[in-house]
């Protein structure tokens, strides 16, 4: 469970944010939207997989306290969580890290140099008491003959083992590289994931590839990439804000055959924290930003700018999960001949 005894360190009251009654109403709201969507529903003899890109985190403007507790609220209700856009700066990570609690441990890259690579990490969080890690960690290099325009791939695609119950798995986390050219997005695309499934079926090991595809739409070049190769590609439908484009996907090698998948979900968190209906309480701190020397003066339409505003508080991409089975004993025993 998320460390929760810090919020008593904040200002008493609950009118307005960064007070401790106003972040504890928050975090009650997201527990009980969660627990509808997960907790309620899911099986004992299960695992929860999470995917979720992180704008910028935490490279831009500081984050606000609450941010942290109610990042930390999401990731807590997945046993792993692949996070892609962590930034140079591991404080804030290692502050997360805090707020989940010791039973929590993490791996995380290198930043990636250059312009394609953004100054990015990429994080595999996971919790001790449900995944058991393999000793397995590295990056995906690609072979001299699958190198795109002679370039590996540009934000090198992050992979390692874990076990939770039966199920034995590799997870790979991948941000694909953004930009006008879905050519170049889809052969980035198609390397990675061919890669993948011929692991998968040399090894006969589940491999999950998951992370910001940066996937237009069910019907371009990038996602018939994915498919391709050999992917299963359950539908999580559009996880970016606006509504409209399919970036997260969690899919497997082996057509999902070898992954017994219950169910698959996404986190909209904007009916919990950061609400229109805040708008107001927030514009007293718009109002300091805005007191500050700039000659852009941020903020200035505030109503206008609040959602975007919100995305670098929480993110402009939503976490997506999947909940699989792990328990296969009991067909194990079923199969087992008498005598």
């Known amino acids: ?18 007070q401790r009654g106003w972040i504890a109403d928050g975090l009650l709201r997201l527990r009980a939207a969660m627990a509808v969507q997960i907790t309620d529903l899911r099986r ?89 890690f393999r000793n397995l960690i590295g990056e995906i290099v690609l072979p001299r003959e699958a190198l795109i325009e002679g370039e590996q791939i540009a934000r090198s695609p992050f992979f390692a083992s874990f076990q939770a119950g039966w199920f034995r798995f590799t997870l790979c986390t991948a941000h694909i590289r953004f930009g006008d050219d879905l050519g170049l997005r889809a052969r980035e695309i198609s390397a990675l994931a061919s890669t993948l499934t011929a692991r998968a079926e040399k090894e006969g090991e589940v491999y999950v590839l998951l992370g910001d595809m940066n996937i237009e739409s069910s019907e371009d070049e990038t996602m018939a990439a994915l498919k391709d190769a050999g992917m299963f590609v359950p539908d999580f439908g559009a996880t970016n804000l606006g509504g409209d484009k399919l970036f997260d996907h969690i899919a497997f090698s082996g057509e999902g055959t070898e992954t017994r998948l219950l169910r698959k979900g996404k986190i909209d968190w904007r009916g919990t924290v950061f609400r229109p209906e805040d708008v107001a309480a927030y514009e007293q701190i718009a109002k300091e930003i805005r007191s500050k020397p700039d000659t852009n003066k941020p903020y200035a339409n505030w109503p206008g700018t609040y959602p975007g505003w919100a995305t670098h508080e929480m993110s402009d991409h939503l976490p997506i999960w999947i909940e699989i089975e792990v328990d296969y004993s009991d067909e194990y025993l079923a199969g087992i001949e008498s005598g």
């Not at 469970?1 to 960064?18: E, L, S, T």
């Not at 807590?76 to 707020?99: S, Y």
């Not at 791996?107 to 140099?113: G, I, P, R």
């Open 1 to 18: 469970m998320a460390y929760y005894k810090g919020i008593n360190d904040y200002p008493p009251g609950r009118a307005a944010p960064g």
């Open 44 to 132: 004992p003899d299960s695992l929860v997989i999470g995917s979720w890109n992180i704008r910028a985190f935490d490279g831009g403007r500081s984050r606000l306290h609450e941010s942290y507790h109610y990042i930390a609220e999401i990731i807590d209700h997945f046993d792993i969580c692949a996070v892609q856009e962590i930034k140079p700066d591991l404080g804030p990570l290692k502050r997360l890290m805090g707020l989940l609690g010791d039973n929590w441990d993490y791996f995380v890259t290198d930043v990636t140099a250059g312009d394609a690579g953004n100054d990015e990490r990429m994080a595999f969080l996971f919790n001790r008491n449900k995944v058991t």
